[in-house]
């Protein structure tokens, strides 16, 4: 039952074009599930969204916690404004969400006491290697199978992919506020602003760490301001 309840779709919007008929362009992958099972994740997620919230604030804005995304730009700015000598780095993971090891996210996701209850659903919905069909004419069988990562699309996916991460995001942001800077994290997409002989060490540290949980920094689109 849950083999064909999870199986996906899979969507491929262009993030950006090929600069010219040799070069690849950008392709974010999203694998779309099935009505039924979205509503369901939905609801779960929408459900828990306090204890999401308790758990993943100030570190992680993406789940729970409303208006996220304009609360951690405007921290940034404002970071950046009282120290005009400090650097922002902006953290890209490549194909975050398809890496990240299902066994770690369920592993910390049972260590949780309040969001512990979502460890079946989770367990059910991702102990199979899943069927992938591609959204063209016929909605084809493509010739690979979803075997570990988050299926992005689905609501329980970020939810997911930010407890695997956490831990590390969480002393990543605790390296940099002892100089008084700090990590936020929008999902995968994280930023990490301080003093630049802080940072950049840091980060490197960081990057080691989500290895072990299957993640990798892309270096090549990783970005600094100061």
Known sequence: YYAVFTATKMVAPINSPAISPDTIPDVRPIGVGECWRRAIHSAAIEDFGEQFADHFWPQQVAVGIRSGISILISRLRALLDEHPDWVLVRIDMKNAYNEIRRAKVLQRLESIPHLRALAPLF??????????????????????????????????????????????????????????????????????????????????????????????????KCEWYC
Request: negative net charge.
């Open 123 to 220: 367990w059910a919905t991702h102990r199979h290697n899943t069927d992938v069909f591609l959204a063209t004419a016929g909605l084809p069988l493509a010739p690979l199978q979803s075997s570990e990562g988050v299926q992005q699309g689905d609501a329980i996916a970020s939810a997911g992919f930010g407890i695997g991460i956490h831990p590390e995001v969480q002393e990543l942001d605790a390296e940099l506020s002892r100089a008084g800077g700090a990590a936020r994290f929008d999902m995968d997409d994280g930023y990490a602003i301080g003093p630049a002989g802080l940072v950049f060490p840091a980060i490197l540290r960081f990057a080691e760490q989500v290895a072990n949980l299957g993640c990798e920094l892309q270096f090549s």
